[in-house]
């Protein structure tokens, strides 16, 4: 199956799409287009209705693994991001808004949806990590290397972090701060895998 869903600078008053994210039992796609957020049902494309998540553009967007949960990154490359947590009901509830850090690139939701990731840009460089709540956990320095993704383990025990010249994998949780692997340099025809439990 091959689903393709685009927008250009003016087509039915759209932004192009800038993020994108599947949930993890494929029942929804949501993409950031500009200072909304545009849902799909993903097996047949039909758009839901969008969110609206403030004046600034997404920069970075998250999904729940069973689509209850969306999280929202909006701002400018050189302001604090506003983390914006949504609900998933008979409608979109936003839940609750945290001041993130510059230039959120990066969200992850773990599966059991009681902690969240967010990393930061060129200048922040920072991995953190939320409570359900807003309440931030833990923080981390990345060495003031970008953080371009994020992924929380099936289990949720561990979280992947790439970031420009190097993927780092550890536990996901605030009690257990010290990275286990790192790879740097590129990753051409390398793979790693997460720690076992």
């Given amino acids: 199956m091959h689903l393709e869903i685009t927008a250009t600078w003016g087509e039915a008053g759209l932004e192009p799409v800038l993020r994108a994210c599947l949930a993890g039992d494929g029942s929804l796609l949501a993409c950031s287009q500009g200072t909304e957020i545009g849902l799909y049902e993903p097996l047949t494309g ?3 209705p969008r969110l609206k998540a403030g004046r600034d553009a997404i920069l970075s967007l998250a999904l729940a693994p069973d689509a209850s949960w969306l999280l929202a990154g ?6 604090w991001v506003t983390l914006r947590l ?5 409608k979109w509830k936003l839940e609750r808004k945290i001041q993130a850090h510059y230039a959120t690139t990066a969200l ?6 009681d902690v ?9 460089g920072c991995l953190k990590l939320w409570s359900a709540e807003g309440n931030e956990l833990w923080s981390r320095d990345t060495e003031g290397s970008q953080v ?11 979280l992947a972090v790439a970031r420009w010249g190097a993927t780092t994998s550890g536990p996901a949780r605030p009690s257990s701060g010290a990275a ?4 740097s ?3 051409r025809g390398r793979s790693g895998e997460l720690p076992g439990r």
Avoid: M, Q, W
């Fill in 46 to 48: 039909r758009p839901l």
């Fill in 86 to 90: 949504y609900r998933r009901g008979k």
């Fill in 185 to 187: 340099g590129r990753s």
């Fill in 148 to 158: 371009a993704d994020l992924s929380f383990s099936p289990d949720g025990r561990h």
């Fill in 108 to 113: 992850a939701i773990a599966p059991d949806k």
């Fill in 116 to 124: 969240f990731a967010s990393g930061g840009g060129e200048d922040d």
């Fill in 180 to 183: 286990r692997a790192s790879f």
């Fill in 74 to 79: 909006s701002g400018s490359a050189d302001e």
